[in-house]
């Protein structure tokens, strides 16, 4: 497993933009696929957007496509996600998690490793 903490988290207004920051620790960390999820209250978690362990290759759901930006930095360690054109139904608790293998996928069982989540509120 790696231990991950999240940062980057807070309130913005409908059409803002912020960037969550992910910091990973364990030697495994760029040997893992890694994602972000999100959980809104009253609602299952649901993947975001994820990376492959080499960065060359992302995915996001089709409800954020466009707006945000997954990346990684292997050699810091780190996982970041870009959100833009910030909505309100973007309003969740962020988690970031580390897969079990190089190839992310949008089921949570896939993944071993979980941060404790940043909270994400966008006013209209």
């Known amino acids: 497993q790696v231990q991950l903490v999240e940062s980057g988290g807070g309130l913005v207004q409908a059409g803002g933009s912020l960037r969550l920051s992910c910091a990973a620790s364990g030697r495994t960390f760029s040997r893992r696929a890694m994602s972000w999820f999100r959980q809104a209250p009253g609602k299952e978690r649901e993947f975001v957007s994820g990376i492959t362990n080499s960065g060359s290759s992302t995915y996001s759901t089709d409800s954020v496509k466009g707006r945000f930006t997954i990346s990684r930095d292997n050699a810091k360690n780190m996982v970041y996600l870009q959100m833009n054109s910030l909505k309100p139904e973007d309003t969740a608790i962020y988690y970031c998690?580390?897969?079990?293998?190089?190839?992310?996928?949008?089921?949570?069982?896939?993944?071993?490793?979980w941060g404790q989540g940043t909270q994400v509120t966008v006013s209209s």
């Open positions: 998690a580390a897969a079990t293998g190089l190839i992310y996928s949008t089921v949570a069982r896939a993944y071993d490793s």
